[in-house]
């Protein structure tokens, strides 16, 4: 898990990260997503960056025209199970103590 060896940029970031680390099949993390081409190339589509001691996700608007759409459904996805309860992945640690990086403008 290279997440534990770097901070996150933002929770935003985090939230992406987490879920991504969720669904690798290793994680032993039982996630059922619906049958949805456009979610599965949403999820598939958002891309990330190691800068310096940061975790940082591409803007939006990149994976806006790269999709030629908004990634609302990853989104929904990503913030809806990041929000859950985090009790049914007990191994999975999430910490809201996380360190993160102060937003540039």
Known sequence: DRAR?????????????????ALDPTSGVLIQLPPDDELKTEL?????????????????EIVKERLGRSPDKAEAVIYAWYAGDKELVPHLEVSHNVEYAIADG
């Open 5 to 21: 060896q770097w901070k996150f940029r933002n929770l935003k970031t985090e939230a992406h990260w987490r879920l991504r680390e």
């Open 44 to 60: 598939k589509s958002i891309r990330y960056d190691f800068q310096k001691d940061f975790i940082v996700i591409e803007p939006k």
